[in-house]
């Protein structure tokens, strides 16, 4: 089996990065296409090839370092785990929100670490001078601190931390070393991390799928900017994101050769759809239908192979023919990734 190397995964879109520096100028202008330039760079770059430090006993073991803004990584070691609380504030953040990760998915998932064996986690702050963009290297968590006026800082958003440690568990968990980033297989990539980034927050906060915001990093753009990355109930809603947001939010508007921030707006709508169907909260029973279906994907799976997978998956867990098994078929049809079958009426899903 052909193994690929991991991805160097970015939260970011460089759609908005573009953007934000098409409107701006002076230093302004030069740090988005300072962020733009190294994200490019380290895009094209072989990701780094994970390599597994010991498993710890216990529940995790995280370290968070800090790269002193500069691109060495990890860079210096700032806090281990169960150390009391540090002055940087970030590094605090880090920690605290790889923790809510990784307890969601040891306790809802049955999960130990991303590796799904105890892997220990690294987190680097403080990474080059005001990065706009965080990411997943393959081995470690990478968060720039924002320039502080279009980009406010990553490590408080738990969707954010969430969405790149799942890049993580998407390399591991799907055979042959995670999905290839481009094509539909990133676009599967990214929605997988935004599904599971949105699930962690709403079991985060207790809400129930009707509660949930539906969002991808609020609260780290500045005011000027927009309200969130992405949105999974509304992709493209330029209201509810930043404006220039291209989602489409099923196959009518998918984009041959689009970036995957932008095509990963159909598998999260297909996601948001059976959420709502299926009721309840996310984690019950659609989140674990998404991380099943993980082992059934291969490095090069299509729209129509996740669809496959997870209505697989809901059979498997809840039954053939199930609420929760039509809820995923039905989702994948509205979202036009799988055609109706001729002569058969569509299966009636509550208008969502």
């Not at 710890?56 to 070691?77: E, F, Q």
């Not at 995670?178 to 935004?194: F, M, T, V, W």
């Not at 082992?295 to 090069?300: F, I, Q, R």
Request: with cysteine.
């Amino acid at each position: 089996m052909k193994v690929h190397w991991p991805c160097v995964c970015f939260v970011v879109p460089s759609r908005l990065l573009e953007k934000l520096a098409d409107q701006a100028s002076g230093s302004d202008r030069q740090e988005l296409l300072d962020s733009l330039e190294l994200s490019a760079r380290l895009r094209g770059e072989r990701a780094t090839h994970p390599t597994q430090r010991a498993s710890h006993a216990g529940d995790m073991h995280r370290s968070v370092y800090s790269a002193l803004h500069r691109g060495n990584l990890p860079g210096t070691l700032e806090r281990s785990e169960g150390e009391q609380p540090v002055a940087d504030h970030a590094v605090n953040e880090a920690y605290a929100s790889a923790g809510t990760t990784l307890d969601f998915y040891e306790r809802v998932l049955h999960r130990r670490s991303i590796d799904g064996h105890g892997m220990p986690i690294d987190s680097s702050v403080h990474y080059e001078k005001k990065f706009n963009n965080a990411f997943w290297n393959g081995r470690e968590m990478v968060y720039g601190d924002g320039d502080g006026k279009l980009f406010l800082g990553f490590t408080s958003a738990i969707d954010v931390v969430a969405h790149e440690l799942t890049h993580g568990v998407t390399q591991y968990a799907v055979p042959g070393g995670g999905l290839r980033y481009d094509g539909q297989s990133g676009a599967l990539n990214e929605s997988i991390s935004d599904v599971l980034g949105s699930v962690v927050k709403q079991w985060k906060l207790g809400q129930s799928v009707e509660q949930a915001d539906w969002l991808i990093g609020t609260g780290i753009l500045g005011s000027g900017v927009g309200h969130a990355l992405r949105s999974l109930r509304a992709p493209g809603d330029e209201e509810a994101t930043w404006s220039g947001d291209d989602q489409p939010k099923d196959m009518s508007g998918y984009q041959e050769n689009g970036d995957v921030h932008t095509n990963s707006g159909i598998p999260n709508h297909a996601f948001y759809l059976a959420a709502m169907a299926i009721g309840g909260e996310s984690w019950k029973k659609a989140a674990p239908i998404w991380y099943r279906a993980l082992a059934l994907l291969t490095a090069d799976a299509t729209f129509a192979d996740a669809a496959e997978a997870t209505s697989h998956a809901a059979g498997v867990l809840y039954g053939q023919g199930s609420h929760e098994q039509k809820a995923v078929m039905s989702a994948w049809k509205r979202v036009k990734v799988v055609s109706p079958a001729p002569h058969r009426e569509a299966l009636a899903v509550k208008d969502v």
